[in-house]
């Protein structure tokens, strides 16, 4: 569970990422099976089928950046760094639009 941008957000392994507001009404659900989920600027990210969703949290628009598949995500201003199933870690060059470089 963590807060941001005045929101409650709720992993739940069985229903994905659920979304509250500050009173506990439930404002959005994603389906994922995301293990975890992060924030940059105005949007949740969470790596999905080797892709990074990022989820716009106030015109719900979602774009898709592929960095190959993963278990854990961590998105940076500069970078997008992916742990791999085998424990490497690959990095990408990253400006914040839809493709790292």
């Given at each position: 569970?963590?807060e941001y941008?005045?929101?409650?957000?709720?992993?739940?392994?069985?229903?994905?990422?659920?979304?509250y507001?500050?009173?506990?009404?439930?404002?959005?659900?994603?389906k994922?099976?995301a293990?975890?989920?992060?924030f940059?600027?105005e949007?949740?990210?969470f790596?999905?089928?080797?892709?990074?969703?990022?989820?716009?949290?106030?015109?719900?628009?979602?774009?898709?950046?592929?960095v190959?598949?993963?278990?854990?995500?961590?998105?940076?201003?500069?970078?997008?760094?992916?742990?791999?199933?085998?424990g490497?870690v690959?990095?990408?060059?990253?400006n914040?639009?839809?493709s790292?470089?």
């Amino acid at each position: 569970m963590r807060e941001y941008q005045n929101l409650i957000f709720l992993l739940d392994k069985n229903t994905g990422i659920v979304i509250y507001n500050t009173v506990g009404k439930k404002i959005n659900q994603l389906k994922t099976d995301a293990n975890n989920f992060g924030f940059f600027g105005e949007e949740l990210y969470f790596l999905q089928e080797g892709k990074v969703v990022f989820f716009d949290l106030y015109t719900e628009k979602i774009r898709l950046v592929d960095v190959g598949e993963g278990k854990f995500v961590l998105v940076t201003d500069e970078r997008i760094l992916l742990v791999k199933e085998n424990g490497r870690v690959a990095l990408f060059e990253f400006n914040g639009k839809d493709s790292p470089d």
